[in-house]
């Protein structure tokens, strides 16, 4: 089975977040919980359409992950920038991804 | 400008406290998402991949430099310095918290500014020709016609809940710069053989998943009926519009399945019943409107042209930047300069706070107060003396705001993309930046000539690829990313849809790609004057095919 963590948006600021092993919703992927399990991804899913029916979060969705040399990184390219945030420099300052983002 | 009335202030100011206590209710949990996420659409804010979005209108792309100033403080305040202007004339921030936008619409009605019906299935902002009121060649300025729809159809209760999104675009000159026939509706303003100002009357156009060339439907359309005609074709599409399938829903694809000569004979019918009512338009209303968009009082500076003859021998830069983003005002002693947001190397359409406020200053000193948005994502001062050129041209390149290439191979337009979209398949920024910077050598963009690449990360074609020169249209394959190139597209007076090339590319072979195309050009053009799009046409794209796959390659 493929590896997996919940994501969602937060209620307040649309800040992307990730549900970590303690039940909080983390900025950082890398603090996920990751579900590597049936019975886990169920917790997930569970977890994630309480927190939309409280109000906590919206966009709620699990998503396919894979862990390389201890980091976590999404399969899609999508839910990597969503992680990374712009892959561009944007404002002054700002780094976006480092490293090529292309391969799948 | 047109300037709020009483009513106007009243109106969105009371909007504003509405959408405050909406977003009050949901942040305490009395909303939930399904019930809010239409009104907050209502009021332009959209939940993008990282934050929220909120896109603000700007009509037809025209606000004066106390306005810019207020996009430039949202930008500081609420976001993360920076707004980024789209290819519908309007400013979209990437960062606000939900939580802060009713203070933004605050800040917003303040100077008269709003987010209505930038989002949903409604009349979206009608866009204009970006050098509407100055240009040399135009008929009669647009703008008070945009802005007569804007308030026609500004929360119009029957035509709130369409099938889709409705976009119009009014143009005042035979040369498109509005892209009027990519729209549902496009407006010509034109004058007949007596004199009489009315429209050529388009309808249909479109991008996205399925482009079409918007049908002329009517040749002249005299002015007093603009409301009602339009109301007729409106009712149309309301009533027969598809609303069993959303990528079926616009009118294009009514138009296409009707038959324009049909759809043309149902809007005459609605008209019919129509053309005497109160929707016909008297002159003094066109008249009033029209008098909030009278050109500056221009004085005559005659002394620029001496001038800016001196100043370009002396400055290269300052030559270049003059032959290619100043364009010929109505009044021989003007000019209407682009401010380019294209930067070599940069992202199309970004501005910060801080240039923002710059422009504002300029605009101020120098342009009368006025400044335009261009559907190409830069910005525009319709009216500066030559005289003043020299001035304006300093203070922009401080804050590399001056990069001479309107129109050129890097005066790209591209989507958010991936880097922030939540529709999108693939990045166009990044793409963007890289053929920029590839191209970005003036005297290799002079020698290449006119010639407009647009970038869209998925195929909702916000980025305009189907009317680019060189279009690119990003999508996912295999989980990575891979850009489809199409030719000879153009959005002007002589619309077409550009052709798919050939199988897509690897992100990073499309610059290759790009440069092996512009190579081909180069090399079988007739003569410099020949643009890109001109000599495609000419020889179609057999040649380009052999250039990019080899010439036993399959036609694709």
């Known amino acids: 089975m493929v590896d997996k963590v919940l994501t969602a948006n937060r209620l307040s600021d649309g800040i992307s977040v990730w549900l970590d092993a303690a039940g909080n919703w983390v900025e950082s992927l890398q603090d996920a919980f990751v579900a590597r399990h049936a019975e886990a991804v169920a917790a997930l899913e569970a977890t994630g359409k309480t927190a939309f029916a409280d109000n906590k979060v919206v966009d709620v969705n699990v998503i396919d992950i894979e862990e390389v040399n201890g980091v976590l990184r999404p399969l899609r390219l999508r839910e990597r920038v969503r992680a990374e945030g712009p892959t561009i420099e944007y404002a002054p300052g700002y780094k976006g991804l480092t490293g090529p983002v292309h391969a799948a | ?556």
Not at chain 2, 141 to 167: G, M, N, T
Request: net charge negative; hydrophobic share 40%; proline share 4%.
């Open chain 2, 1 to 556: 400008m047109y300037r709020y009335d009483e009513f106007d202030h009243a109106f969105v100011h009371d909007r504003v406290e509405q959408f405050r206590d909406q977003v009050t209710r949901r942040l305490s949990g009395e909303l939930a998402e399904d019930a809010f996420k239409p009104l907050r659409l209502m009021n332009g804010v959209y939940l993008q991949l990282h934050a929220y979005m909120l896109r603000v209108a700007i009509p037809y792309g025209t606000l004066n430099s106390k306005q810019m100033r207020m996009l430039a403080h949202i930008a500081r305040k609420y976001d993360r310095g920076y707004g980024h202007f789209t290819t519908r004339q309007n400013i979209q921030y990437n960062w606000p918290k939900l939580s802060d936008t009713p203070d933004i619409l605050a800040d917003l009605a303040s100077v008269e500014m709003h987010a209505i019906q930038t989002s949903g299935n409604c009349i979206r902002n009608v866009t204009a020709d970006h050098f509407a009121g100055a240009a040399a060649d135009e008929v009669a300025d647009p703008r008070p016609y945009a802005e007569i729809l804007r308030q026609w159809s500004s929360v119009h209760p029957e035509f709130s809940f369409l099938p889709r999104k409705f976009k119009i675009a009014v143009t005042g000159a035979e040369r498109d710069r509005a892209a009027i026939q990519v729209h549902d509706i496009g407006l010509h303003l034109k004058k007949n053989d007596k004199g009489e100002i009315g429209f050529a009357v388009y309808v249909g156009g479109g991008q996205g998943r399925t482009p079409m060339i918007a049908k002329k439907i009517r040749d002249f359309l005299p002015e007093e009926d603009l409301l009602s005609y339009t109301t007729a074709i409106m009712r149309v599409y309301n009533l027969h519009g598809r609303r069993d399938n959303k990528y079926k829903a616009r009118i294009k694809i009514l138009v296409h399945e009707t038959g324009a000569e049909e759809l043309a004979r149902q809007v005459d019918v609605e008209f019919a019943d129509l053309k005497n009512t109160e929707l016909k338009l008297p002159d003094t209303d066109i008249q009033a409107i029209s008098s909030y968009f009278a050109l500056p009082a221009l004085s005559e500076r005659p002394e620029g042209w001496a001038n800016l003859a001196r100043w370009k021998k002396a400055d290269e830069g300052f030559a270049r930047w003059i032959d290619q983003n100043v364009q010929p005002h109505s009044h021989p002693d003007y000019g209407m300069v682009t401010i380019s947001l294209k930067p070599i190397g940069g992202i199309p359409g970004d501005a910060s706070d801080a240039q923002m406020d710059l422009v504002a200053d300029i605009a101020e000193e120098y342009a009368f107060d006025e400044i335009r948005v261009s559907h190409e994502q830069n910005l525009i001062l319709p009216h500066v003396a030559l005289a003043d050129l020299e001035a304006v041209y300093r203070g922009l390149v401080s804050s590399g705001l001056a990069t001479a290439n309107a129109g050129l191979i890097t005066d790209i337009i591209a989507c958010p993309g991936l880097d922030y979209c939540a529709l999108a398949n693939a990045r166009s920024i990044p793409l963007s930046q890289e053929i920029s910077t590839r191209f970005g050598d003036p005297a290799r963009q002079a020698e290449i000539g006119e010639l407009k690449i647009k970038i869209s990360g998925c195929i909702n074609a916000c980025g305009h690829h189907h009317v680019g020169h060189i279009g690119l249209l990003g999508v996912e394959k295999k989980g990575a990313e891979l850009y489809q190139i199409t030719l000879g597209g153009s959005g002007d007076e002589n619309t077409s849809i550009g052709e798919i090339i050939g199988r897509g590319f690897e992100p990073e072979k499309v610059t290759d790609a790009i440069e092996t195309i512009v190579e081909t050009y180069l090399g079988l053009r007739n003569d410099p004057s020949e643009i890109f799009l001109e000599a495609y046409r000419r020889v179609g794209p057999q040649p380009f095919k052999d250039a990019l796959y080899g010439s036993t390659a399959a036609a694709a």
